[in-house]
């Protein structure tokens, strides 16, 4: 029975570690089954930066290993962005010969679909934001969506807390402030 169990680890060492653990399913196989959004391209950067907050929920959900989430999510690229990463993997990584962080597939996505200028206006956007005629749940979303524009400021909750109750409704952030509210 020892050398059954041996026998059995030995398998189990030589097999994929993606397989092993999810049952044989390759991982474009799982992460094809969430129906990932594709994109292409598109000028519109709220329809990148939907895209690529999709691909990033999929890739954490299937527990895509780092060095296959570019290939996944370059898979759902298509017309303009296909050929957009296609130059960029030729002129910058030897036609794909190196292998991309996901990292800087992000920084190369957003600096080409999200440009800096947009990025500027919706920080400014964030500094700006008040609940004005929203709800308090509309105001919280927008606040939520635009604080990735200022993550010098969400980054401390005390700064964050501060900033989305200034935001406010007058009457609603004098309650809060005599309450003390500290953490969102």
Not at 25 to 36: D, G, L, Q
Request: charged share 25%.
């Amino acid at each position: 029975t020892t050398a059954a169990l041996q026998a059995q680890v030995q398998v189990q060492a030589q097999a994929p570690a993606d397989e092993a653990v999810f049952g044989g399913v390759p991982m474009m196989e799982r992460f094809r089954r969430m129906t990932p959004p594709f994109f292409k391209g598109e000028s519109d950067p709220i329809l990148a930066e939907s895209w690529l907050r999709e691909t990033e929920k999929i890739i954490r959900a299937i527990r895509c290993a780092e060095e296959e989430r570019v290939t996944l999510a370059s898979y759902m690229l298509q017309k303009h962005a296909d050929v957009w990463w296609s130059s960029v993997l030729r002129t910058q990584f030897g036609d794909g010969a190196m292998e991309v962080a996901w990292t800087k597939f992000v920084c190369l996505f957003k600096a080409k679909y999200i440009p800096e200028h947009v990025q500027d206006r919706m920080e400014q956007e964030f500094f700006t934001l008040t609940q004005g005629s929203m709800s308090v749940l509309e105001y919280e979303a927008r606040f939520a969506e635009l604080s990735k524009y200022a993550p010098h400021i969400v980054a401390d909750e005390r700064r964050k807390v501060k900033k989305f109750i200034m935001g406010l409704k007058s009457s609603l952030r004098t309650r809060l402030v005599a309450l003390g509210h500290r953490s969102m």
